[in-house]
T-cell receptor, first 116, second 116 residues
Framework: EAGVVQSPRYKIIEKKQPVAFWCNPISGHNTLYWYLQNLGQGPELLIRYENEEAVDDSQLPKDRFSAERLKGVDSTLKIQPAELGDSAVYLC??????????????FGPGTRLTVL | AQKVTQAQTEISVVEKEDVTLDCVYETRDTTYYLFWYKQPPSGELVFLIRRNSFDEQNEISGRYSWNFQKSTSSFNFTITASQVVDSAVYFCALSGGSSNTGKLIFGQGTTLQVKP
């Protein structure tokens, strides 16, 4: 079974440029999470989707970050414009009630963003 | 507020030594879940274990064992006879409440280096 897929794996951009990250969860997983992981820190939740609905986006900086999961499958996280402080790893995870429940999350390899 | 503290930033051991990674948590919830994840250099978080707050039984899985003590709010992880492949960052995480939100609160992680 394929795991959570994320692309790109690495992205280098200049500040003020836009950037987008893509995530394809494990097939059949209705819950999708985006996490931000700063260097030397644990991941922090940005947004959680149940199917296509964002049910927890309280930690998403909405002035520059946006996310969508239009068909309830894959998802895109966007930053516009990027700032130096956005340099981090962006992790996607998914879960399913049939695969351990909402608290057993399967993570992708992440996208490492560097803003110059 | 919920919080997870991993006081050990880095641990270095020689292969075959036993090593214990400490985790202390804070929560006001009576129902909660505790997790350990492993993050190898590839970046993907790998699920190791989940325990709920009503099950204080210690668990052993091969060389891995976990000691859950509610009295001290700790959920420590021991690797017996460590191997070089155990080198990674290990995260303890907490998910609280009975609402099944799935939101994980991570500690800062402990970097384990196992030298041959």
């Amino acid at each position: 079974e394929a795991g959570v897929v994320q692309s790109p794996r690495y992205k280098i951009i200049e500040k003020k440029q836009p950037v987008a990250f893509w995530c394809n969860p494990i097939s059949g997983h209705n819950t999708l999470y985006w996490y931000l992981q700063n260097l030397g820190q644990g991941p922090e939740l940005l947004i959680r989707y149940e199917n296509e609905e964002a049910v927890d986006d309280s930690q998403l900086p909405k002035d520059r970050f946006s996310a969508e999961r239009l068909k309830g499958v894959d998802s895109t996280l966007k930053i516009q414009p990027a700032e130096l402080g956005d340099s981090a790893v962006y992790l996607c995870a998914s879960s399913s009630p049939l695969a351990g429940g909402p608290r057993k999350q399967f993570f992708g390899p992440g996208t490492r963003l560097t803003v110059l | 507020a919920q919080k997870v503290t991993q006081a050990q930033t880095e641990i270095s051991v020689v292969e075959k030594e036993d090593v214990t990674l400490d985790c202390v948590y804070e929560t006001r919830d009576t129902t909660y879940y505790l997790f350990w994840y492993k993050q190898p250099p590839s970046g993907e978080l790998v699920f190791l274990i989940r325990r709920n707050s009503f099950d204080e039984q210690n668990e052993i899985s091969g060389r891995y064992s976990w000691n859950f003590q509610k009295s001290t709010s700790s959920f420590n992880f021991t690797i017996t006879a460590s191997q070089v492949v155990d080198s990674a960052v290990y995260f303890c995480a907490l998910s609280g409440g009975s609402s099944n939100t799935g939101k994980l609160i991570f500690g800062q992680g402990t970097t384990l280096q196992v030298k041959p």
